[in-house]
Nanobody, 122 residues
Framework: VQLQASGGGLVQAGGSLRLFCAAS????????MGWFRQAPGKEREFVAGGAWAGSASYYGDSVKGRFTFIRDNTKNTVYLRMDGLKPEDTAVYYCAADRVKFSRDAGTWTYWGQGTQVTVSS
């Protein structure tokens, strides 16, 4: 599975951004997708995710109610819509995929895209 993330940038506090993650591979099949982020000096943190073919979405406590995990199966793409951005959301955001089990622990995910920087100014 190859993942290509894009959509980061600089935004003022209270603004919005949308991140994109395009998945490709010989056989995507049933797969789990997730977004994580990592700020300087901090561990990689779960942001949002869910099963590719499912309807349930899961969120980290710090983003619940502000971020939305969106799937587009026709384009093999997942999105992260980020509203009400705060300076503490500043981080490199990564999309990830796995086939085995959904987890909020970044160490259990197998496939990773390159990160995309999100910077929120106050």
């Amino acid at each position: 599975v190859q993942l290509q993330a894009s959509g980061g940038g600089l935004v003022q506090a209270g603004g919005s951004l949308r991140l994109f993650c395009a998945a490709s591979g010989r056989s995507l099949g049933p797969i789990l997708m997730g977004w994580f982020r990592q700020a300087p000096g901090k561990e990689r943190e779960f942001v949002a995710g869910g099963a590719w073919a499912g309807s349930a979405s899961y969120y980290g406590d710090s983003v619940k109610g502000r971020f939305t995990f969106i799937r587009d199966n026709t384009k093999n793409t997942v999105y992260l819509r980020m509203d009400g951005l705060k300076p503490e959301d500043t981080a490199v955001y990564y999309c990830a995929a796995d086939r085995v089990k959904f987890s909020r622990d970044a160490g259990t995910w197998t496939y990773w895209g390159q990160g995309t920087q999100v910077t929120v100014s106050s």
